[in-house]
C-alpha cells in the first residue's frame, strides 16, 4: 500500500530560525512528489513538484529536494507569513493522476 | 488562482438528507477531483473524472456518487447524509499533461 508520513506533526520556530520538514513515502515506481501550502480554512497551494532523485526545487525562502526514499522542505530564514500546513503528496505509477496525501506538517513563525 | 469556484461554501444539513456539492472551472482542464479532509487522515480521494462522463472511484467513494455532464463541471452527491460525511470537501484540477493538481476553496459541510 503506498503510504506517505511526514514529520514533525508540528513545528514552532523563532523568525529567522532555519529548519527542515520530512516527508517519507513507500511507493514503488514514483511518478512525483508534489508539496503543497494550506493556509487555515482554505484549499492546498501548489508549491513544487519532484520527478527523480537528486532534484531540487526553490522557490523565495523555501527548497525542496528528493532522495529515493523521501524529500525535504528546508525553509532558510523564515518569516512569521510562512506559517502555514505543509502537505506533500506522491503519485504512484498506476491509477492515473492519483495522489496520496501525509497528514501535513503544521509550521509556526514566531516573531 | 487556478479558476476554480467550488458552491455552497458552507452547508448544514440533516441526517439522511440527499446534498450536491459542485465544482466549476474555466481552465478546461480534463481532470477534476474530489477529496475530503478531515483531521487525522489528511486529504482522501473520493472521486475523480478523466472527461466527460467518465468518472472513477477513489479511496473513500462508499457513500458517494458523482457526475460529469460538462468539461467545466463535476457535482459530488451525497445520496443520503451522515454525520461521517461532516467534513471539508475540496475539488481540484488538473491537465491532460500535468501532474499538478490545483485546488478549490473547500466546502464545510455539516452533517447534524
Known amino acids: 500500500e503506498d503510504q506517505v508520513t511526514q514529520s514533525p506533526e508540528a513545528l514552532r520556530l523563532q523568525e529567522g530560525e532555519s529548519s527542515s520538514l520530512n516527508c517519507s513515502y513507500t511507493v514503488s515506481g514514483l511518478r512525483g512528489l508534489f508539496w503543497y501550502r494550506q493556509d487555515p480554512g482554505k484549499g492546498p497551494e501548489f508549491l513544487f513538484t519532484l520527478y527523480s532523485a537528486g532534484e531540487e526545487k526553490e522557490k523565495e525562502r523555501l527548497k525542496a529536494t528528493l532522495t529515493k526514499k523521501e524529500s525535504f522542505l528546508h525553509i532558510t530564514a523564515p518569516k512569521p507569513e510562512d506559517s502555514a500546513t505543509y502537505l506533500c503528496?506522491?503519485?504512484?505509477?498506476?491509477?492515473?493522476?492519483?495522489?496520496?496525501f501525509g497528514q501535513g506538517t503544521r509550521l509556526t513563525i514566531n516573531p | 488562482d487556478a479558476g476554480i469556484t467550488q458552491s455552497p461554501r458552507h452547508k448544514v444539513t440533516e441526517t439522511g438528507t440527499p446534498v450536491t456539492l459542485r465544482c466549476h472551472q474555466t481552465?478546461?482542464?480534463?481532470?477534476m477531483y474530489w477529496y475530503r479532509q478531515d483531521p487525522g487522515h489528511g486529504l482522501r480521494l473520493i472521486h475523480y473524472?478523466?472527461?466527460?462522463?467518465?468518472?472513477d472511484k477513489g479511496e473513500v467513494s462508499d457513500g458517494y456518487s458523482v457526475s460529469r455532464s460538462k468539461t467545466e463541471d463535476f457535482l459530488l452527491t451525497l445520496e443520503s447524509a451522515t454525520s461521517s460525511q461532516t467534513s471539508v470537501y475540496f475539488c481540484a484540477i488538473s491537465g491532460r499533461d500535468d501532474n499538478e493538481q490545483f485546488f478549490g476553496p473547500g466546502t464545510r459541510l455539516t452533517v447534524l
Open positions: 473524472s478523466y472527461g466527460v462522463k467518465d468518472t
Open positions: 481552465e478546461n482542464h480534463r481532470y
Open positions: 503528496a506522491v503519485q504512484p505509477p498506476q491509477g492515473a493522476q492519483k495522489l496520496v
